[in-house]
């Protein structure tokens, strides 16, 4: 077994572990426990054992906000029925994918698409329990009974017969442990009514660290003998330096060197304030030769309409059942519509940073990185240094906001620290300024969605037609799962199947388009722009059809027992329909992956202004088995504030390839004063458990454009909503 | 050379007066609860106290800090336990927790000079901190709290 953490760097400890060592008597116990010296044993890959009792659990899954740190662990806890108390949480820093791969992520260590409880349910349950059944063996033969007559408590060996117990931890203290157990199988897992921790709310294992100002992110790294790099990029992506003027820069105090770079100039000194202080003194002209120099947001989103709308220009299937266009071409009554959304930025609230030291030998390094991916990372460093990755010894830091931002992404800065750090002979840490992470920022594309759909006579939807142009994400996040992804991008088509719709000919395409700008999935993935344009069209098909929005929804959700479910849910928690004066409700079905949900928005509008106001916010989420449902529900809440703060706000433009937003003054995220009220409830099917991190966000923007539209009668047909563009739908 | 007091201990920092507070706490001093977010006191991530009062450490040249009393979040107690902090692990506040040491700070600064806002007044007070991953909800509980207790 291999595979790395480094706990004490973390504010993961336990929180009753945390109290016991910080409050009164602290020093006693530090003292006895370093008398005691522990002995601690491995049991599996995933569990180590302490002597005094500690049970370390590991997790695959990079953290950066959404409690993988809680629920994963709780998740094997539960089945090898470890007392959760003692439960010590760890996260992976680098391991072999075989043995710590998330399935649901290419096998690989990949935190994205709310795939981590989705996809390590079984493989914690499966680690935990046979955990367990190591502990009931060793137990077994230092008793010298037969293993099928020992059983567990939470913490504890049982041998009920001979009144026999043992700690959890005593195993670690046995002179040998049976590790040679039977194979686990699905039928030696608990049953659902055997869970005692699994659907429970333990407070989450890095909240104290992070009430405290403990916890680490990669921009809070220092080692000794570090350098500061701070970097001029340049004005537009894919120019270069083609003349330095560094004298001034030089000049700054604590400077140590000015480097040019193919696709940047660095800055390296003692002290942050230096290195940002000569970089701004730094003259640099760059190229003008990138193609890019022509990007040009507005110009760019009117020529990606009218690839949508233009049915000459191929779509790549990404879903077709029965056949929508020989069905539109043939329907009776076909209604049409098209919808856009504007390129947004994460807007992590830590930019990026990453600290290397490279060897001696230039061929490996230690490397800090806040990324969603430490596999992908690992490569990326071993690239870099054109080295293995064996080479590089890797932490995997908390992450001060993913969402999408530090997937494939991070291996830019990554790759820079590196190869400073290798010319400098010393440790580099390379930070980005707000002003660097936007106008560098890898944005969720824009795109436009033209959508078709025949109305039967009876007003049934029979047929729809949902083509997205946009660039591929995929192509450029990750050229090598693009080569062989067949033109299929899962970045930006997911959730135009409509699986849990009726509807006998449908046809979801994608046209792809060169990119325009850096592009990258955005929490929501593409669930978010095409859940928008379907859900907001569908109120279209009520409308036309003569029906309403739950209606036409329970009629499209009919062999869908869990979409009638979250829907008929938020109907009544909303009370759909019967808004306070001056208000309306939208609503929308959605879906993220596996888990599926429905929003409510209770808007009210200043026609004077064309500020919308969302005062409350409803939304049912079915997520199958919620491991923590607290978390879940926090989960839900905080995505559909983010998903609001885009529709509502968030906008990138570009102005001859320039990025044109800079800080949060003209990129502001949604603040305190801004929220609805937001209220969630949990639909527990029972199915396995599925993604909650991105949920929120699918069901914002028709929910919002439906509630303006029945307070208005005017429809939003481009993301943002901003008070501009919403005087002008009104005065259309 | 400014000397800067924080948290109680006194300390002589080598860099240029009009240096960011925040750098200095950050990089000279080792304080890394204080985030950098903007660098231009537009998201609150640096909040600390400077008299007792919520500033951008960003914004505060270290010349103006001199001789006065900065707070940062290891020094908001000995152990963790200001009412702040409790409430903010009984409402389980933070995600990714980047933005919440700023907005502890910011809390903690508004009870210390109202301990009885009204919930207009904590919305209109943490207005200045960013939030990215959408924990708003419950840090407005979580002031509401600790309230009480300050």
Redesign the interface.
């Known amino acids: 077994m291999s595979g790395t953490t480094h706990p004490s760097r973390r504010g993961f400890l336990g929180?009753a572990i945390g109290f016991a060592v910080?409050?009164g008597g602290g020093l006693q116990v530090l003292r006895d426990a370093a008398l005691a010296q522990p002995t601690s044993r491995a049991v599996n890959a995933w569990v180590t054992l302490s002597s005094d009792g500690e049970v370390v659990i590991r997790f695959a899954s990079a953290e950066?906000?959404?409690?993988v740190n809680t629920s994963l662990p709780m998740i094997l806890a539960e089945e090898m029925d470890a007392d959760w108390s003692r439960v010590r949480v760890e996260q992976l820093d680098q391991g072999p994918v075989a043995t710590f791969g998330n399935p649901n992520t290419g096998g690989i260590l990949f935190t994205a698409g709310s795939s981590s409880v989705e996809g390590y349910f079984a493989i914690m349950r499966r680690a935990g329990a046979h955990a367990r059944r190591i502990l009931i063996h060793s137990a077994a033969q230092a008793w010298r009974v037969r293993p099928g007559e020992v059983t567990t408590e939470p913490g504890v060996i049982l041998h009920r017969a001979s009144g026999r117990r043992m700690e959890f931890g005593a195993v670690a203290a046995l002179p040998q442990i049976v590790t040679d157990v039977p194979p686990v199988s699905d039928a030696d897992l608990k049953p659902r009514s055997a869970w005692r921790l699994i659907g429970t709310n333990p407070?989450?294992r890095?909240?104290?660290?992070?009430?405290?100002?403990?916890?680490?992110?990669s921009?809070?790294v220092?080692v000794p003998n570090m350098l500061?790099a701070a970097l001029a990029l340049p004005p537009v992506e894919g120019e270069r330096p083609v003349r330095v003027s560094d004298t001034r820069a030089l000049a700054v105090p604590g400077v140590a060197r000015v480097i040019r770079m193919p696709h940047a100039v660095a800055v390296l000194a003692e002290?942050?304030?230096a290195a940002t202080a000569a970089r701004d003194a730094l003259d640099v002209e760059w190229t003008t030769s990138s193609p890019f120099r022509s990007a040009d947001t507005e110009k760019d989103l009117a020529e990606t309409a009218s690839a949508a709308r233009d049915l000459n220009r191929p779509g790549v299937p990404w879903e077709a059942r029965g056949n929508a266009p020989d069905a539109i071409a043939a329907g009776a009554r076909v209604i049409e519509a098209e919808y856009r959304t504007e390129p947004t930025y994460h807007?992590?609230?830590?930019?990026l940073a990453a600290i290397a030291s490279v060897d001696p030998d230039g061929r490996g390094a230690e490397v800090w990185l806040g990324t969603q991916s430490q596999t992908v990372s690992i490569a990326a460093a071993a690239q870099a240094l054109e080295t293995t990755p064996d080479r590089i010894r890797f932490h995997a830091m908390?992450?001060?906001?993913?969402?999408g931002r530090r997937t494939f992404f991070a291996r830019d800065i990554l790759r820079d620290a590196l190869l400073l750090s290798r010319e400098m002979r010393r440790p580099v840490k390379v930070?980005w300024?707000?002003e660097d992470d936007i106008r560098n920022g890898w944005f969720r594309p824009a795109t436009a969605h033209h959508l078709q759909a025949v109305l039967s006579p009876e007003g049934r939807v029979t047929a729809l037609r949902h083509r997205v142009a946009s660039p591929s994400v995929l192509a450029f996040a990750a050229p090598q799962r693009w080569a062989a992804a067949n033109n299929r991008d899962i970045l930006v088509m997911e959730g135009t199947e409509s699986t849990d719709y009726a509807i006998p000919d449908f046809l979801a395409e994608h046209v792809i388009l060169e990119r325009r700008a850096r592009v990258s999935a955005w929490r929501g993935i593409g669930w978010g722009p095409n859940l928008y344009a379907r859900e907001a069209f569908i109120d279209e098909l009520a409308e036309a059809a003569g029906s309403d929005p739950v209606s036409i929804r329970r009629q499209l959700l009919a062999s869908s027992p869990r979409g009638l479910a979250v829907l008929d849910t938020v109907v009544a928690m909303s009370d759909f329909g019967r808004p306070p004066p001056r208000r309306a409700h939208g609503i929308s079905f959605a879906g993220y992956k596996a888990t599926l949900g429905a929003g409510v928005a209770e808007v009210s509008l200043n026609t004077d202004t064309g500020e919308i106001r969302v005062h409350r916010f409803w939304a049912a989420v079915d997520s199958g088995i919620a491991i923590h449902p607290?978390?879940l529900e926090?989960?839900a809440?905080?995505?559909?504030?983010?998903g609001l703060?885009g529709l509502l706000k968030e906008r990138i433009t570009i102005s001859g390839g320039e990025v044109q937003q800079a800080?949060?003054?003209d990129y502001?995220?949604?603040?305190?004063?801004e929220?609805p009220?937001?209220r969630i409830r949990i639909i527990e099917s029972g199915a396995p458990p599925s993604g909650a991190g991105e949920i929120?966000v699918p069901m914002t923007g028709a929910a919002v454009a439906n509630a303006v539209h029945a307070l208005t009668g005017k429809r939003l047909r481009q993301m943002p909503f901003t008070p501009d563009r919403v005087k002008q739908a009104l005065s259309t | 050379m400014p000397t800067l007091i924080v948290n109680g201990r006194s300390f002589s920092v080598d860099a240029e007066p009009e240096t960011p507070l925040l750098w200095a706490l950050r990089e000279h001093l080792g304080l890394t609860g204080t985030k950098f977010g903007c660098g231009a006191g537009l998201c609150g991530a640096c909040t600390v106290h400077l008299d007792g009062e919520a500033v951008f450490a960003c914004q505060t040249p270290i010349e103006a800090a001199d001789g006065r009393a900065v707070t940062t979040i290891e020094g908001l107690s000995n152990t963790g336990d200001h009412p702040v902090q409790r409430a903010w692990v009984q409402e389980q506040v933070p995600q990714c927790g980047y933005c919440q040491s700023g907005q502890i700070m910011r809390a903690a600064a508004l009870l210390a000079a109202n301990p009885r806002p009204t919930r207009e007044e904590i919305i209109d007070a943490m207005s200045s901190n960013l939030c990215r991953c959408g924990t708003y909800p419950r840090i407005i509980r979580a002031v509401e709290r600790a309230a009480g207790e300050v």
């Open positions: 929180s910080l409050a950066m906000g959404q409690g407070d989450r890095d909240i104290p660290g992070k009430t405290r100002g403990g916890t680490v992110y921009i809070d220092r500061y002290r942050w304030e807007a992590q609230m830590e930019p908390q992450m001060g906001g993913g969402f930070m300024t707000r607290k978390n926090a989960q809440e905080g995505g559909i504030i983010f703060s800080n949060f003054h502001e995220p949604m603040r305190i004063h929220i009220e937001v929120g």
